[in-house]
């Protein structure tokens, strides 16, 4: 399965380490391979603001696993890693969110796909736009470009490439 796509994003320790530790931890062939990997970026928490800053990416994948059962991947690889979940939107050494999964619409109590959040957040589209700026919102039917485009015009996106 193609076009799969992971967001990843860490503010405690060092957040390089942790996202490129995730990314290996996750590239598990012939279960998952890594496609592509977007830049890193460096972003302002939303919600709890309280925190120190974000580093995000956004990789794309093909996958054997069925999308439960990447999302269980995730999940198991945020445990490996020592996530803990204390607060929504709160610190965390990482977080691995599904985006798109094909052109696949999926909503139930575990898992939601494509995120819910997906439209809204600069800190998902710019990494998203920069490795796939074509992929397709399968409820919006927008492209990923038109989506960064849509939000830029509604408001500030503070989104900073890394070096």
């Excluded at 992971?6 to 062939?29: F, Q, V």
């Amino acid at each position: 399965m193609g076009d799969v796509f992971i967001s990843l994003g860490s503010n405690i320790g060092d957040r390089k380490k942790n996202i490129l530790e995730a990314i290996h931890l996750l590239d598990n062939p012939p279960e998952i391979i890594i496609e592509k990997k977007s830049s890193l970026y460096s972003t302002d928490p939303i919600g709890y603001v309280g925190q120190d800053w974000f580093l995000n990416s956004v990789v794309e994948i093909m996958t054997r696993l069925s999308p439960k059962e990447l999302l269980s991947r995730c999940q198991a690889i945020e445990e490996q890693m020592g996530r803990v979940r204390t607060m929504p939107w709160g610190p965390r050494i990482i977080d691995l969110d599904i985006l798109l999964y094909g052109g696949e619409i999926i909503e139930d109590d575990e898992l939601i796909i494509p995120h819910p959040h997906l439209h809204k957040r600069g800190f998902v589209l710019v990494p998203l736009a920069e490795i796939a700026p074509d992929i397709l919102h399968p409820r919006l039917n927008k492209t990923a470009v038109e989506l960064l485009r849509q939000i830029k015009d509604g408001h500030k996106v503070d989104v900073y490439r890394e070096c």
